[in-house]
């Protein structure tokens, strides 16, 4: 199985931050990432896929980037309706997995 | 809109059965694969199990192989899982997802699966 590592698991930022959180896959992984934004209580979100592109509807303050084993999400501007919970998950092979999840919080 | 919604969760006793429907609605159902994640609380997500658009290809997580059963009725435009010898570890919220070209692209709201005595 592949094991995907994110860090850091919490990040504690202001409004107007730029905010960047990294994922490691356990081995490539070519472009084959996707991240999903979760708010206490709700169901995951999909903010990304194939590393960099952007889903419809999605702010643009919100990118991607990496392939292979390296990734990373970032918030230019961190807005009060970010601060949630991020997950990156593989789509390399199956079993799917995810990343721990990294907690953005209000510093 | 893409509506998907979980039902059928509750409070089981360990060892006992449980089977979850998720309904879809306003997408093509029977064009898309479809997928169960869980959560257990306070913790991340993991992926349960795929199904393809016509059903003829299913995979599971080793965690729950032999005891879960994923399934879909396309006239119904339901999705199921069948859960069997339920242990406090599957304990979870489960949720229906839709997949895009291998990522999963709509969630339902998910129903909350309680395994205890």
């Known amino acids: 199985d592949i094991q995907m590592t994110q860090s850091p698991s919490t990040l504690s930022a202001s409004v107007g931050d730029r905010v960047t959180i990294t994922c490691r896959a356990s081995?490539?992984?070519?472009?084959?990432l996707a991240w999903y934004q979760q708010k206490a209580g709700k169901a995951p979100n999909l903010l990304i896929y194939?590393?960099?592109t952007l889903e419809s509807g999605v702010p643009s303050r919100f990118s991607g980037s990496g392939s292979g084993t390296d990734f990373t999400l970032t918030i230019i501007s961190l807005q009060p309706d970010d601060f949630a919970t991020y997950y990156c998950?593989?789509?390399?092979?199956?079993?799917?997995?995810f990343g721990g999840g990294t907690k953005v919080e209000i510093k | 809109q893409v509506q998907l919604v979980e039902s059928g969760g509750g409070m089981v006793q360990p060892g006992r059965s449980l089977r979850l429907s998720c309904a879809a609605s306003?997408?093509?159902?029977?064009?898309?694969?479809m997928h169960w994640v869980r959560q257990a609380p306070g913790k991340g997500l993991e992926w349960v199990a795929l199904?393809?658009?016509?059903?003829?290809?299913?995979y599971y997580a080793d965690s729950v192989r032999g005891r879960f059963t994923i399934s879909r009725d396309n006239l119904k435009n339901t999705l199921y899982l069948q859960m069997n010898s339920l242990g406090a570890e599957d304990t979870a919220v489960y949720y229906c997802?839709?997949?895009?070209?291998?990522?999963?692209?709509?969630w339902g709201q998910g129903t909350l699966v309680t395994v205890s005595s």
């Open positions: 199904i393809s658009y016509d059903g003829s290809n299913r």
């Open positions: 997802a839709r997949e895009d070209a291998d990522y999963l692209d709509s």
């Open positions: 306003a997408f093509p159902f029977t064009s898309f694969a």
């Open positions: 998950q593989q789509y390399y092979s199956y079993p799917l997995t």
């Open positions: 194939e590393a960099s």
């Open positions: 081995q490539s992984i070519s472009s084959w």
